[in-house]
């Protein structure tokens, strides 16, 4: 009798137990009235007014913002042109959000949805805040979130990935042509210059100088070109910072360019400083190898843009 006794209380505590559960975390399973649902997450017409786009993350922050020439940069980021695709994407991902359902507004449930996975703030200026949302953590193929400064938790449809890293906002695209672009290059070098060109694309490239009996190497020539199609950087730093570094004054004095022209009539410039290996004291023999040293390009291109 004893144990059946305890067989059922057992019972009833694990019932119990999960009824308990299950009220605690209602809010987190089952929709709410809420007149919200089913809507829209974000007015687009909003966006006519749209000129600064701030994006916080814990530590990290950044601006992406349209300039007086309707372009949009990288604020954050030394005014670098800004990717419109990563930008177009994040807001489409918005515009096409619809609210699920209501999660919860207790104090205690919202400390649970992990409310701090990025701020997305759309602005018609540094002061003028149009739309602000906060994403928390992902639940199914939605995320959490609340509008503005609201106690109120919501169930977004889609997931937009909240990027705060600037340099990830970045073009990173300096310049970009193809192979069969080329029309021509002229090398500066230490010993004079020199350059060879093409009259259309499906022809071998030709010395410039008149009396140059000397053919090119076709191989070598598409080889180099194809090294110089597509630059992109990785990192920025402030230019006085490098400027400063012995590496930049010593590259400084030794100094070889190429300049592309195109079909299009475009030039690019890629003007190479790199320090010299020093020379070998004497009554020693110079290294057979040596490691690489820095190399600094400079960029101009005829293109005002």
């Not at 489409?92 to 996975?117: F, G, M, P």
């Not at 400064?149 to 695209?173: G, R, V």
């Not at 079909?263 to 410039?269: K, L, M, R």
Request: proline letters at 5%; hydrophobic letters at 35%; a negative charge.
């Amino acid at each position: 009798m004893k144990l059946r006794t305890l067989v059922i209380v057992a019972a009833c505590l694990a019932v119990a137990t999960s009824v308990g559960y299950y009220i605690r975390n209602a809010s987190l399973t089952i929709p709410e009235d809420d007149p919200l649902i089913g809507t829209k997450v974000f007015d687009q017409d909003i966006l006519k007014d749209v000129k600064r786009v701030e994006i916080n993350k814990g530590a990290d922050h950044v601006v992406v913002e349209l300039d007086g020439s309707g372009d949009w940069v990288v604020r954050t980021l030394y005014d670098l042109p800004a990717d419109f695709g990563k930008l177009n994407t994040l807001i489409r991902d918005l515009v096409e959000s619809n609210i699920s359902r209501k999660i919860t507004a207790r104090a205690d449930r919202l400390e649970r949805l992990d409310l701090n996975q990025g701020t997305l703030k759309l602005m018609a200026g540094p002061d003028q805040s149009l739309f602000e949302i906060t994403y928390g953590k992902s639940i199914n193929s939605g995320k959490a979130f609340v509008f503005g400064n609201e106690k109120t938790a919501y169930l977004s449809s889609e997931s937009p990935f909240i990027d705060a890293s600037s340099s990830n906002w970045a073009t990173k695209t300096l310049y970009e042509f193809q192979s069969d672009e080329v029309a021509g290059i002229q090398f500066s070098l230490e010993d004079g210059d020199w350059g060879v060109r093409r009259d259309d694309k499906d022809k071998d490239f030709v010395s410039t100088l008149p009396v140059d009996t000397r053919t090119p190497k076709q191989s070598e020539i598409t080889s180099l070109i194809g090294r110089f199609t597509n630059l992109r950087f990785t990192e920025v730093t402030e230019r006085a910072i490098e400027e400063e570094k012995q590496s930049w004054k010593d590259a400084q004095k030794n100094k070889r360019s190429l300049k592309f022209t195109l079909f299009s009539g475009e030039t690019i410039t890629v003007e190479m400083s790199q320090q010299e290996p020093p020379e070998p004291a004497e009554g020693e023999e110079a290294p057979t190898s040596t490691p690489p040293s820095v190399t600094y390009l400079h960029l101009s291109s005829s293109q005002p843009d």
